[in-house]
């Protein structure tokens, strides 16, 4: 079982950066990929939205919405993923959450079902 807990949420201007963490703990006998997601403030879980995406090598993919704005970083070693974001914008205004999918098992290659971990998110409030 993963745990996750995001951090580094808060206020910020418009125009202006933010780097959120992502501090997994726990054992898997999966690898998994981690990605960012974001959801605004009243709207329910359906609405919760893509940022990006890395996986255990480290590619990237973004939403179009934040590609050229935000980099996400992961550090194995740490078991830690990163999301820096610059030039931020109003409409960038939401809880940020961090999710870990599993893939394949590490020693048997076999699949691991996509089984999904969430950390409960991190604030993040622009203002203009």
């Known amino acids: 079982v993963l745990e996750l807990v995001e951090s580094g949420g808060g206020p910020v201007q418009a125009g202006g950066s933010l780097r959120l963490s992502c501090a997994v703990s726990?054992?898997?006998?999966?690898?998994?990929?981690m990605q960012w997601y974001r959801q605004v403030p009243g709207k329910g879980r359906e609405a919760r939205e893509f940022?990006?995406?890395?996986?255990?090598?480290?590619?990237?993919k973004y939403a179009d919405s934040v590609r050229g704005r935000f980099t996400a970083s992961r550090d194995n070693a740490k078991n830690a993923l990163y999301l820096q974001m610059n030039s931020l914008k109003s409409e960038d205004t939401a809880m940020y959450y961090c999710?870990?999918?599993?893939?394949?098992?590490?020693?048997?290659?076999?699949?691991?079902?996509?089984?999904?971990?969430w950390g409960k998110g991190t604030l993040v409030n622009i203002s203009s």
């Open positions: 940022v990006s995406g890395t996986d255990t090598d480290g590619n990237t």
């Open positions: 726990g054992s898997s006998h999966c690898y998994y990929d």
């Open positions: 999710a870990a999918i599993t893939t394949i098992n590490k020693i048997s290659g076999l699949s691991c079902g996509g089984i999904d971990y």
